[in-house]
């Protein structure tokens, strides 16, 4: 067999292997993340959760305990995703100010990909109870990690920004979170607060004298 019969052999195998399938695990939290697009957490049943996910309430409850515990599993991935975009699409090398605006406009893409869920994280999950509030509060930390990581390179501190304090990641953070849940529950987009967001990041990590 040439080396041509072989590639156009494994082109074929390629063309007639089966689409990779969510896990049921993955189908339960898209099913749950569509019925709180649809109806809010709130009004939201593992019935409806199953019933988006094409399973089972046996399959639901062998990956969670309850709605609230798959909540966490949705917000946690979620979170975690976030912090890979953002920091994905800061290039290093860029001026400060550009360093900056990456960052925001990858956080408003990622709340305008899924707006009801960056919402659902914003306002249902401090009502759930200390665990969610623990959550929460380790959510937060993995973005305040996250920007100190960013304000740490040698491009940064040479322009005199970072390191950055750990309450002043968490202000910067809270204003962001805030104006887009009201943003979003006044019927605007995410997108809408680009510009105010960049400009307030840039006055909070820009250089002090």
């Not at 759930?128 to 491009?155: F, H, K």
Request: a neutral charge.
């Amino acid at each position: 067999m040439t080396a041509g019969d072989r590639d156009r052999a494994q082109g074929t195998a390629t063309a007639l292997a089966p689409d990779v399938q969510p896990s049921p695990r993955q189908r339960l939290l898209d099913g749950l993340a569509a019925s709180i697009e649809q109806d809010g957490y709130r009004n939201t049943t593992v019935a409806d959760i199953v019933r988006r996910a094409h399973t089972s309430r046996r399959t639901f409850y062998e990956h969670f305990a309850d709605k609230e515990a798959c909540l966490v599993a949705l917000l946690t991935d979620a979170n975690a995703e976030m912090v890979r975009q953002i920091s994905e699409a800061v290039d290093p090398a860029a001026p400060w100010r550009a360093q900056v605006r990456q960052a925001v406009e990858a956080w408003i893409a990622c709340a305008e990909s899924r707006p009801t869920t960056m919402l659902s994280w914003i306002r249902d999950l401090p009502a759930l109870g200390a665990g969610a509030r623990d959550l929460q509060r380790r959510l937060m930390e993995s973005l305040v990690v996250m920007i100190q990581t960013l304000c740490g390179t040698e491009q940064m501190r040479a322009a005199g920004i970072g390191p950055v304090p750990r309450q002043l990641a968490v202000v910067l953070l809270g204003g962001m979170r805030e104006l887009i849940a009201t943003t979003v529950e006044d019927g605007g987009r995410a997108g809408d607060i680009t510009e105010v967001a960049v400009q307030a990041s840039v006055a909070l990590l820009g250089p002090r004298g």
